[in-house]
């Protein structure tokens, strides 16, 4: 056993240091490690730009075509602090190039229309692809319907109908939205983010020592040595794992500087505090993880015919178990215990809970790491089982 | 001693070996000889443990090639085939690490690189990384890393393959040395001159066969031939695969 442990450490310690060797790609995997919360950051900073700008503290401007045809409207709109301009006569043009938000266009009806108590038609030329036009739209909108709501009450009134008649239902909206949680919807993207990088973080050692290996054609010197396949297997695994999980302690500690050094509130309008603590725990939480997805990534490097090939679907392999995480960020999941038993789901599930604030259960901590340990290990069964076929070392061929 | 019994193997419906047998005795060179596809890196990788045989054993020292693999490549050293480097490391590094793997520590094992280092002649590389080695470099490289643990057998395929030469010169030098060395060393090759210059004793492989046995002597009377190589092609009936 004491030899069994010495040769694995042989094995890790060179190829340790084999790969530390290979700055190109070591440097390389470290810069793409720091897009991820670069990307983060950029994209709170950029979205809490334009979304969360405070449209109600600037003056409205508003184009209206055809403002002679509804002078009680255009007064209306004045009197909530809209200033009025003329608009231009290719109204869907100009909004279609983006030079104003939105136009309004009263057309020559209006007045026939309003007089006679039919619905009198107002135009309003938007384009709800622009997010940064969303507020301005809907305050048009809902002024507009404000002013129909009240001639229409007015009427009624003048017919001797009580307007409640027409409130059968009464709609109260109570958004418990704090906006905390409003921007959060970008950080929820990193539970995805860091699945991504836990997956791909040390694939660049992970193919070296196996397809690599192979490829190289020195495999089959090795597979001579007085070692038992499993020590072989299990130092080449071990050897990456310091390199998946530097990439993760990286990215995390990347997140938290720049949370802590860029003043989101100024973008957002609301403090985030992204404690060291809350980092430390995400970590930890993945730690399981960097386990499975090393193991995972081992056997279809192991498996795939050449180093290219293990290459395509190494990297394949790394987005697919990112995808609900992606999902999350918008649709966010209820713990159950089945889910907390899926390896990576279910720690993508307790990170998502930590960003939102709430409270872990100790259970599903504990299960999610015990059952993505197992199946680490079974990974590394199989990995130890593709090393003792023959047909190992023709891989290339 | 290697001996091997009766060897049979298959690939899926290729048939690579039916039934080799032979005896490579200590202190004696033995060259596998054949054209190629013959069987002779099938037989070698049964030996050094890399592939199990359907049928037959193969035994080095006494111990067996399938129940005893780890006392098996103890006990050799081995050449095969395909001998990549790691890149990245230098020569000393990449012998290192087999020495390594074969529990060799402290100045035991950089004394024995030293030694093997010197008997190749590659002082001036030993410190260099090899990527970028010559094809004699790599070779001096990947037979130093077989040897580091001063097997009592050594198993060498095809080791002047695309070598120059002089490299080819050394090569030969350093293999009688072995034989001097009381190893027992055993060569596949297809080259008719290097197998009758060295070797004590002679397999033809032919078609998974061995077509005929000897020293290189009784080969040709045997065959009734007056050359090693005539005698070569009378015993495998063709001159497939034949290189001068």
């Known amino acids: 056993m004491r030899s069994s442990l010495d040769r694995m450490m042989v094995v890790l310690s060179k190829e340790i240091i084999d790969n530390l060797r290979d700055k190109r790609s070591f440097l390389t995997s470290l810069i793409t490690t720091l897009v991820t919360p670069a990307l983060l950051l950029g994209l709170v900073v950029v979205m809490g730009k334009t979304i969360f700008k405070n449209v109600d503290e600037s003056e409205l401007i508003l184009p209206v075509v055809g403002a002679e045809n509804a002078p009680g409207l255009i007064k209306y709109l004045e009197q909530n602090g809209v200033v009025i301009e003329p608009g231009p006569d290719n109204p869907q043009e100009v909004i279609k190039n983006g030079d104003e938000d939105v136009i309004i266009v009263i057309p020559e009806g209006y007045g026939e229309d309003f007089s006679a108590s039919r619905p009198a038609a107002v135009q309003i030329v938007m384009d709800t692809s622009r997010t940064s036009a ?24 003048a017919r001797g109908v009580n307007p409640m008649i027409l409130q059968a239902v009464a709609v109260e909206q109570i958004d418990v939205a704090t906006p905390e949680s409003q921007a959060m919807m970008f950080l929820n993207m990193l539970p995805f983010m860091l699945t991504i990088i836990i997956f791909s973080g040390g694939s660049y050692v992970i193919i070296d020592t196996t397809a690599g290996e192979r490829e190289r054609t020195s495999l089959e010197p090795l597979l001579i040595n007085p070692a038992n396949r499993w020590e072989l297997v299990l130092g080449k695994y071990l050897a990456a794992i310091p390199f998946v999980t530097l990439a993760l302690a990286v990215t995390l500690s990347a997140f938290a500087i720049g949370f802590n050094l860029i003043r989101v509130e100024e973008f957002l309008g609301v403090q985030i505090s992204i404690s060291w603590k809350t ?119 | 001693m290697i001996s091997v019994s009766n060897l049979h193997k298959t690939f899926g419906k290729v048939t690579a070996l039916k039934g080799v ?11 596998l000889l054949g ?70 520590r402290g100045e035991a094992l950089e004394k024995g690189i030293d030694n093997l280092i010197r008997l190749l002649d590659m ?122």
């Not at chain 1, 969303?134 to 001639?151: A, P």
Request: charge should be neutral.
């Open chain 2, 35 to 104: 054209p190629n596809g013959a069987g002779k890196t099938t037989t070698l990788r049964i030996i050094y443990t890399i592939l199990h045989p359907d049928k037959g054993t193969a035994s080095v020292d006494g111990f067996d090639t399938v129940k005893d693999q780890l006392k098996v490549r103890k006990c050799i050293g081995a050449l095969p085939d395909s001998h990549g480097l790691y890149p990245r490391l230098t020569a000393r590094e990449n012998i290192r690490y087999f020495g390594r793997l074969h529990g060799l």
């Open chain 2, 21 to 31: 047998s032979f005896n490579a005795p200590d202190g004696c060179i033995t060259g």
């Open chain 2, 123 to 244: 002082q001036e590389i030993a410190e260099r990384r090899t990527e970028g080695f010559s094809s004699g470099e790599r070779v001096k490289v990947a037979i130093a890393r077989a040897l580091v643990h001063n097997p009592k057998n050594v198993l060498l395929d095809e080791p002047t393959v695309g070598l120059d030469v002089m490299s080819t010169r050394a090569m030969r030098t350093f293999i009688e040395r072995l034989r001097e060395e009381g190893k027992c060393v055993l060569f596949s090759s297809h080259i008719m001159q290097e197998v009758s210059a060295l070797c004590d004793y002679v397999v033809i492989i032919s078609n998974g066969e061995v077509a005929a046995s000897g020293t290189p002597d009784t080969l040709r009377e045997k065959t009734g031939q007056e050359n090693l190589e005539d005698a070569f092609v009378a015993a495998i009936g063709s001159e497939e695969g034949l290189v001068r």
């Open chain 1, 134 to 157: 969303m507020r301005t739209i809907s305050k048009v909108e809902s002024l507009v319907n404000s002013y129909g709501t009240m001639i229409g009450t007015l009427r009624l009134y």
């Open chain 1, 279 to 397: 980092i430390s725990s995400i970590f930890l939480i993945c730690l399981p993880v960097v386990l499975f997805a090393t193991g995972l990534q081992m056997i279809v490097a192991t498996a795939t015919r050449s180093f290219k090939e293990a290459q395509t679907y190494v990297s394949l392999i790394s987005f697919l178990p990112a995808l609900p995480g992606a999902f999350l960020a918008f649709l966010p999941s209820e713990s159950e215990l089945w889910k907390m038993m899926v390896p990576s789901y279910g720690q993508q599930l307790l990170i998502d809970q930590i960003m939102r604030g709430e409270g872990l259960a100790q259970n599903d901590i504990f299960i999610s790491a015990i059952v993505t340990v197992v199946a680490a290990l079974v990974l590394l069964l199989i990995a130890v089982h593709l090393y003792k076929r023959e047909q190992i070392i023709f891989g290339t061929k």
